[in-house]
């Protein structure tokens, strides 16, 4: 059954995106939903080195500098967060605002900050949810130390996402990445 929780997450979700302990959290997937103009959906797989809750209405997401979820969220300013935690599915509805680029110690991407509109949770009775798509970091150390770089620098970076949302630019960029993103973000397309 799906339920309606406001406009802050839960505790035990804050507490796995507090950007603390990620060694432990290695594996927790974020699905990202965005779309296009079109209405064509994208999905795109985002860990706890790139999602960061600044406060429980409140996250900031590193991703891909030039992707397709960018030029989403540039355009339209609006996402949807899923994980599975606590026994539970989570839907996170956002709307996202461009605060800066992250160019350091081996870092390319995109941040957004990303105001909460509502969190749905969704679980039942009579079963809990145990699993969800999931990873496992073919080089722990090296990526466990670049999620830790990504998350102090988005905490970081000045600002706050205005009560409405920006103007979309006129083009998105038309450059590659010339670096790798964080970790599990989608390639650039």
């Known amino acids: 059954m799906t339920k309606a929780l406001g ?10 995106l507090d950007g ?28 706890v080195g790139e999602v960061v809750a600044m406060d429980p209405g409140r996250l900031r ?3 891909w500098p ?3 979820s960018v030029q989403h969220l540039e355009a339209r300013g609006r996402g949807l967060l899923y994980l599975v935690a606590d026994g539970a599915g989570y839907a996170i509805d956002v709307r996202a605002t461009a605060v800066g680029e992250l160019r350091e110690d081996g870092i390319h991407a995109a941040v957004f900050e990303a ?26 150390e090296r990526e466990l130390a670049r999620w830790r770089r990504t998350v102090d620098a988005m905490q970081r970076l000045p600002g706050e ?3 409405a949302p920006s103007a979309p630019p006129t083009s998105p960029p ?11 973000a989608e390639a650039p397309e």
């Not at 406009?7 to 796995?16: D, F, K, N, V």
């Not at 064509?40 to 797989?45: G, I, K, P, S, T």
């Not at 105001?115 to 722990?140: G, H, K, M, W």
């Not at 450059?175 to 599990?184: F, R, V």
């Open 7 to 16: 406009t802050q997450l839960p505790s035990a979700i804050a507490g796995l």
């Open 20 to 47: 603390r302990d990620l060694a432990s959290r290695e594996g927790l997937l974020l699905l990202l939903i965005t779309a296009a103009e079109d209405g064509q959906l994208h999905v795109a797989m985002l860990s």
């Open 61 to 63: 997401l590193a991703l």
């Open 66 to 68: 030039r992707s397709t």
């Open 115 to 140: 105001v909460i509109n509502e969190v749905r949770e969704d679980r039942v009775t009579y079963a809990e949810l145990t699993e969800a798509p999931s990873f496992r970091l073919v080089n722990r």
């Open 161 to 163: 996402v205005p009560s």
């Open 174 to 184: 038309d450059s590659a990445p010339d670096s790798a993103p964080t970790s599990t």
